[in-house]
């Protein structure tokens, strides 16, 4: 695949052939379960796949926890290029979460747990090292909601369309434990798109 060329990532056959399968199932499931609003196999491997791929830098080694992963994104495509990743796949509507097991299940990922339940409602009693989230609400709202799995050491990976420094400064004034860490934020290229995507890292 050129994209996962273009973003550096050396992948095998199986997990390319894995990635594409994923977009396959959401293609066919989308038809009757309006998982996602975008439509084309073609643009679900950019504004999905590559979309999730780009940020795999920024993903540390160990448990990851995908809040809202809808379709699967971004956890699933990590999940399946880096098999040491323990990946939960956090979902509060059912329709996703049974697409999201049918999917692990035709892949055979050994790597990936699913939860049914809203974010709020989740407890762990190991934490996480990576909190993603896709489109999810605004950070300070994500943090509000996240408090319960955001521990020491922790890094919330948030994505989005343009720099989001309005959310940055909300974020700072309605939470005092973020008013003097440094938030990073990282323009990212996805091969073959042309929007604006940006990462929120904090470094909790």
Known sequence: MAGCDALGLELNE?????????????????????????TAPGDMVVQHLLDSLAIFPWIKP?????????GGFPGLPL?????ELDVVLLDSRGKRVRFL????????LQNVTLENCRVENYKSETKFDTLTARAFTSLSNMVELCEGVLGNGTRLVAMKGAEPVGEIEQLKRDHARFA????????????????ERHLVIIDC
Do not use: Y
């Open 14 to 38: 199986g997990q390319v052939g894995n990635l594409l399968k994923h977009v396959e199932l959401l293609e066919k499931w989308n038809r009757t379960h309006n998982l996602t609003a975008i």
């Open 101 to 108: 097991r049918h999917v692990c299940g035709r892949l055979g």
């Open 79 to 83: 999940a399946i290029v880096d098999s």
């Open 62 to 70: 160990g448990r990851l926890l995908d809040v809202g992963s809808g």
């Open 180 to 195: 003097g860490m440094n938030i990073r934020t990282q323009k990212l290229s996805v091969p073959f798109l042309q929007a």
